[in-house]
């Protein structure tokens, strides 16, 4: 299994171009989150998703839009990229039974909008 | 809407000394406090949890303590070592799905 995958590692944008930060799995987890990790803020959530059509916006979803349209894809979509979205992103995936709350996450993608 | 208040944000110790950082929660519904480990430019990676039915959980050097009537929960860290240097990070799952994150503490071990 690779686990939970984000691409890409590293992207610079400039102020009001849209992207979109892709994010799978392949342990057929049915909960998927994104994150932003600042200095000083820790993990904060952004949007979540318990199951395939299902999602939910977490503490800080302004300017990010999200979609399962599979269990093993859930994409983040910046759609008018602002230098407040700087930040690390991270994608995290659980368990649908047993430890369903024990959330792993993919290896993040560094953003920086100019 | 739920919250998670970490503390110390910074925390230096010397080597072979206990640390101790403390947590607390908003959401009375929460069930599930794990605790993440974070070395610099990595992902987080989960060190210990503990569930709502448990007061308290160790594992070797580690061990988590839960006080549900209180909202709080800490980590302990015995004969600390070098390597045991990363932030640190508390989080509370509430039956909503959603995982909330404190604010990290930044562990020091000076050799």
């Known amino acids: 299994n690779a686990g939970v995958t984000q691409t890409p590692k590293f992207q610079v944008l400039k102020t009001g171009q849209s992207m979109t930060l892709q994010c799978a799995q392949d342990?057929?987890?049915?909960?998927m989150s994104w994150y932003r990790q600042d200095p000083g803020m820790g993990l904060r959530l952004i949007h979540y998703s318990v199951g395939a059509g299902i999602t939910d916006q977490g503490e800080v979803p302004n300017g990010y839009n999200v979609s399962r349209s599979t269990t093993e894809d859930f994409p983040l979509r910046l759609l008018s990229a602002a230098p407040s979205q700087t930040s690390v992103y991270f994608c995290?995936?659980?368990?649908?039974?047993?430890?369903?709350?024990?959330?792993?996450f993919g290896p993040g993608t560094r953003l920086l909008v100019l | 809407g739920e919250n998670v208040e970490q503390h110390p944000s910074t925390l230096s110790v010397q080597e072979g000394d206990s640390a101790v950082i403390k947590c607390t929660y908003s959401?009375?519904?929460?069930?599930?406090f794990p605790w993440y480990k974070q070395e610099l430019g990595k992902r987080p990676q989960l060190i210990i949890d503990?569930?709502?039915?448990?007061g308290e959980k160790k594992d070797q050097r580690i061990a988590v303590t839960l006080n549900k009537t209180a909202k709080h929960f800490s980590l302990h860290i015995t004969e600390t070592q070098p390597e045991d240097s990363a932030v640190y990070f508390c989080?509370?799952?509430?039956?909503?799905?959603?995982?909330?994150f404190g604010q990290g503490t930044t562990l020091q071990v000076k050799p």
């Open positions: 959401d009375s519904a929460s069930n599930y």
């Open positions: 503990i569930r709502s039915n448990v």
């Open positions: 995290a995936s659980s368990y649908s039974t047993g430890r369903k709350e024990t959330q792993y």
């Open positions: 989080a509370a799952f509430s039956n909503t799905g959603k995982l909330i």
């Open positions: 342990m057929n987890h049915e909960y």
